[in-house]
């Protein structure tokens, strides 16, 4: 983050392969430190998410009457509300840092993980072994962690690497709209904000190699989730 604004949109050259910026930093050298923030959120975003949204759809599908309608009633709430709109809210109250977007994204993809899981946990309801350990007088706690869980998990974690690549796409709007990490802050989407100032002085890198960079991760992440989700389904049809 050393601003040098003698090297200030300096081209490619053999200490800077792909230029500097308008403040005179490295772009590789910015690209590779801001792989941290950049992946580290969306991860975040896809743990909260998904851990939650399971345990809020087991526990639905399960039990069933009113909580069911409670835990239904409250993700479709979740729906009405875009996510994109709750995480400037939620940032516009507590200031910009990685932490305020990754937990208002959670929250906004929490319904779509609770839903699919609702629905897989229903199916798994009526398949004999679930009766089988009900006989034998298993909790339905043990009978979701240890049994229905583990065949439901592999649908989960494909519909979680899509997600992986669209909360990495949110996160770096963020950014890109200000709104994300700090000023300082080596991450994709902030470059690509910054980078607008060398575009229109005829240095484009800064900004283009970023965006590049955030297309090829989110298509990586969707092409692999939607070809795990087809194994899947061809394995258990």
Do not use: K
């Not at 409250?74 to 996510?83: H, I, K, Q, R």
């Not at 700090?182 to 980078?195: A, E, I, Q, S």
């Amino acid at each position: 983050n050393a601003v040098d604004l003698s090297r200030a949109l300096a081209g490619t050259t053999v200490d800077h392969p792909l230029g500097a910026d308008a403040a005179g930093r490295d772009t590789l050298s910015r690209l590779l430190v801001g792989a941290r923030a950049s992946l580290l959120g969306p991860l975040g975003v896809v743990a909260f998410s998904t851990v939650l949204g399971v345990a809020v759809g087991m526990a639905a599908a399960w039990r069933g009457g009113w909580l069911d309608s409670v835990l239904s009633r409250s993700t479709e709430l979740v729906f009405a509300f875009p996510g994109m709109l709750l995480a400037i809210i939620v940032i516009s109250v507590y200031g910009e840092g990685l932490l305020a977007p990754v937990i208002a994204l959670a929250v906004a993809y929490l319904p779509y993980v609770s839903r699919l899981t609702r629905s897989l946990v229903l199916a798994e309801r009526m398949r004999p072994y679930v009766s089988a350990y009900q006989v034998q007088g298993h909790s339905p706690f043990a009978i979701c962690l240890r049994h229905i869980l583990p065949n439901i998990a592999p649908v989960v974690l494909a519909q979680a690497t899509i997600n992986f690549g669209y909360a990495l796409m949110d996160l770096a709007g963020l950014s890109f709209l200000g709104l994300g990490v700090p000023p300082l802050t080596p991450d994709w989407g902030r470059m690509v904000f910054d980078g607008q100032t060398a575009i229109q002085h005829g240095y484009p890198l800064s900004a283009v190699v970023p965006c590049v960079l955030i297309v090829l991760t989110v298509v990586a992440f969707n092409v692999v989730g939607e070809r795990w989700a087809d194994r899947v389904a061809r394995r258990t049809a």
